[in-house]
Each structure stands twice: as structure tokens, then as C-alpha cells.
């Protein structure tokens, strides 16, 4: 079974930094995209920054280009997201998404997500 996992969150100041991780676990034959996406109180889930499996094509939201920084490590199928100059409106439940993920048990591409971690940024 495939399961996401994600670590890093937390309470930090304004202008500061947070690196969010996701490790994919279970008998994993590949992952096509990953990404993370955000949903703040009363809001909607919204894209924060996607990578393709070779790491070649990465994807940010207007509101986090030359904050965050996405990133992967196939090998040990885990997706980062370093954060850096955090801003009050960044506090949110972040998520991780495995697009094409290929399973033994399944054989088929299937997407996931992870439970969420949560980013406070105190102003």
C-alpha cells in the first residue's frame, strides 16, 4: 500500500524559513509528478509547485515564485519544499501529491495524497 507522508511544519515568524519533506513508502516501481499543494482556513486547495519525475520541469504559483523551491529525490521518493521568506498568508495545510504512481499490489498509476502538515506564520 502507498502511503504519503510529509514532515516539517510548524510555527515560525514572518521572513523565515521552513523545508517541508514527503516521503512516498510501499513496493513503488516509479512516480511520474509530485507536488504540494496548500488550503487555508476557508479557502480551497490551491498548487504551491509541482516537479516532473526527472526533476526537468518545475511548476510555482505566482504567489511563491523566487520564495519556495521544489525538489526531489527519486531514489529515496521524497519531494522537499524549501520555503524561505514565509509570509503570514503562506499559514495553511500543506499536502503532498504523487501523480502516475506505478505499485506492485496495483500494477496501475494511481495518484496520492498525504494527510497535510500544518505552516503558521506569525506576523
Known amino acids: 500500500q502507498v502511503q504519503l507522508v510529509e514532515s516539517g511544519g510548524g510555527l515560525v515568524q514572518a521572513g523565515g524559513s521552513l523545508r517541508l519533506s514527503c516521503v512516498a513508502s510501499?513496493?513503488?516501481?516509479?512516480?511520474?509528478?509530485m507536488g504540494w499543494y496548500r488550503q487555508a482556513a476557508g479557502k480551497q486547495r490551491e498548487l504551491v509547485a509541482r516537479i516532473t519525475s526527472g526533476g526537468g520541469t518545475k511548476t510555482y504559483a505566482n504567489f511563491v515564485k523566487g520564495r519556495f523551491t521544489i525538489s526531489r529525490d527519486n531514489a529515496k521518493n521524497t519531494v522537499f519544499l524549501q520555503m524561505n521568506s514565509l509570509r503570514s498568508e503562506d499559514t495553511a495545510v500543506y499536502y503532498c501529491n504523487a501523480q502516475g504512481v506505478v505499485a506492485s499490489a496495483t500494477g496501475r498509476a494511481d495518484d496520492y495524497w498525504g494527510q497535510g502538515t500544518q505552516v503558521t506564520v506569525s506576523s
Open positions: 510501499g513496493r513503488i516501481f516509479s512516480i511520474d509528478a
